[in-house]
Every structure is written in C-alpha cells, then in structure tokens.
C-alpha cells in the first residue's frame, strides 16, 4: 500500500479572491493564478515517495456556470507546473448530496481504490475545514494552512505555511515503506 498526500486545489495551489463568507474560485485560465511557493515543498514531498492527489470541489460545472473545457485547462496547467499524480474533481452542487463532494470523503476513498492507498498513512493538505472533516472520516492526518476558514472540526495540525506542512509530513511520515 502506498502513501499519499492530498492536496486541496483552491488556496492551496492556485489563488482565489476572498469573498464575504468564503473563498471565490477561478473560472477560466486567466483568472486561474498558480502558486508558485507551493511547487518546491510538493517536490520535497514527491521525492520522499509520496502519491501526489489534488482534491477540488467545482459546483460551477453543475451549476452551469463553468465549463468542463476551462477547468480541464486550468488542470493542464497544474499538471505541468506541480508534480502531481491525479487530480480529482467533485463536480457537484451541496445538494446533490453526493459522497464525493467534501467535507464527505468519497474523493479520498475512490483515490485509494485507484491508487492502492493507505489512508491511514496518507495526509491532506488544505485551509479549509471540509477537507480536514473528510481527512478525519477517511482516516488520514489533516494539515492546515492558516486561513479564515479552518473552522472549529477537529484538524490534526494548523501551521503558517506550506514549507512547515511539508516538513511536518516529512517528520511524521511512517518508517515502513510500502511496496
């Protein structure tokens, strides 16, 4: 079984805009602006043999309001910027209610079946609550950016950047290697 680090698209590797209540996401390639301080500490990460999973919720595709060709754009670009193994999308309303969209962790559990994971030594990365709700359900260690929006659901470490996450995970990844 292999380990892996989940990593949450929006604020994470890309920059969004800040709304009243929550983080606004890019809809097409311009105003999709990577974060260029994420690539060295992904690299760290990918080298001590993690997988590497971008996990991201887009209800524009349901709702209309996004097409499934700009967001297939936008993810060219994260693939050839990060070195990421897959990248996994839930693109659906809140009330669709389907168990991919986070804080439920159907995108932790399907990434685990495809990737022969072990969630339980597998980590997510994010600033937002839903994604360290769906690390706690799948099992996983949650690591969060600082950020308005950690809430108050249980998440294993908050820290002030992406270089002390990738340290973190480094210092507490399991000495068992998995084949």
Known sequence: MKRCVFVERDGILNEVRVGPKNQITPLTLE???LNSKA???????KEAGFILVVTTNQPGLSRGY?????LDRMHD???????????????????????????????LIEA???????????????????DAEAAR???????LLK???????????????????????????PL???A
């Open 31 to 33: 105003e999709f602006k």
């Open 39 to 45: 690539v060295a500490p992904l690299r760290q990460l």
């Open 66 to 70: 996004q097409s499934r060709r700009e």
């Open 77 to 107: 670009l994260l693939r050839r910027t990060f070195p990421v193994d897959d990248i996994m999308v839930c693109p659906h309303d809140e009330s669709d209610h389907c168990p991919c969209r986070k804080p439920r962790p159907g995108l």
């Open 112 to 130: 685990a079946f495809k990737w022969h994971l072990n969630l339980d030594h597998s980590y997510v990365i994010s600033d937002k609550w839903q």
């Open 137 to 143: 359900t799948a099992g996983c260690t949650s690591l």
């Open 147 to 173: 950020s308005p929006w950690v809430g108050k659901v249980h998440h294993d470490f908050v820290l002030d950047d992406l270089n002390a996450i990738a340290a973190k995970i480094l210092r507490l990844k």
């Open 176 to 178: 068992v290697e998995y």
